[in-house]
């Protein structure tokens, strides 16, 4: 679907946006350029226009294909049925993925593209915005970072990996010493685009959450793969990127990381590798 030059086009017109549209606004932000979509989730001018620019010209890339974007689904959440349509391609677009982080002036954001066909991710795009790192994935051939291909390792000790916060609040709280020494020192960066670099790099091993968006998740996950490694929903099923949003999410740079990971969250009482879902666990919820 895609042509020789596309991929290398896809990330051209993302450091041109985030040039263009991101790192003006990074620090510069007044009061009335932020605003709250519900509770905790903010969205600023940035997100806005970062993301008219990705949309406009992605589809001149492959005309005809429809974009998902994060602020357009707030206007219209049926654009996500789009995503499970076999048969069917769009892209998936983060435009300003860790707006709290960029909105409070720190310097952990990112954008994330990924091209989806007949429901599975067959292209992906990370850029770490700051830093100027990019990651690319295409389906069955590798994972780069920084034009590098990665191929997932283990870690030398326990795994550790990037975690929210309730989640890992139970981890801590019922997990017996013995097994939680199984996984190492476990945290959150709050941008899941930037997580996913930092497993590729090396630096960390797997990340966890309980809510899935697509836009956050689909285009890491493919890279996860395609390092080696892969990413199951919390029942062990493969993710997808058109899955229920309360799924969950386990990924790992490495198949046998994947299993260590999975084989010492056994002991949390939660669905975190369970079909029972969220029926059993309603006294907190997963993030």
């Keep these: 679907m895609l042509g020789s030059d596309d991929s290398s086009r896809v990330a051209q017109l993302m450091r041109e946006t985030a040039a263009a549209e991101l790192l003006p606004w990074f620090r510069n932000l007044s009061k009335d350029d932020i605003r709250q979509k519900r509770p905790g989730d903010v969205v600023t001018i940035a997100d806005v226009a970062s993301e008219q620019r990705l949309a406009a010209s992605l589809s001149k890339i492959l005309p005809g294909v429809p974009v998902v974007g ?37 310097e952990c954001f990112a954008m994330i593209v ?95 959450y309980g809510i899935t968006k697509p836009w956050d998740h689909a285009a890491g996950a493919l890279m996860m793969a395609e390092a080696g490694g892969g990413a199951v929903r919390f029942s062990g099923l493969p993710y997808g990127p058109a899955q229920p949003t309360d ?6 740079a490495s198949q046998v990381t994947l299993a260590r990971v999975r084989a010492a969250l056994e002991a949390v009482r939660m669905p975190l590798l369970a079909a029972a879902s969220l029926t059993d666990s309603a006294r907190f919820r997963l993030d």
């Design 70 to 106: 994060e602020e357009a689904v707030e206007k219209d959440p049926s654009l996500v049925e789009l995503i499970g349509r076999p048969g069917e391609a769009c892209w998936i677009v983060d435009p300003l993925d860790g707006t709290a982080n960029f909105a409070a002036g720190r």
């Design 114 to 208: 990924c091209l989806v066909q007949n429901t599975a991710t067959i292209g992906a795009w990370i850029l770490d915005v700051p830093r100027g790192r990019m990651a690319v994935a295409l389906h069955g051939q590798g994972v780069t970072l920084e034009g590098k291909p990665v191929i997932g390792g283990e870690p030398d000790g326990a795994p550790g990996g990037f975690v929210g916060y309730k989640v890992r609040r139970e981890i801590d709280r019922q997990l017996p010493a013995a097994d939680r020494q199984k996984l190492g020192q476990i945290s959150t960066l709050g941008c899941a685009g930037v997580e996913y670099l930092e497993i590729l790099a090396g630096r960390s091993a797997f990340c966890l």
């Design 247 to 252: 799924a969950g999410i386990i990924a790992a």
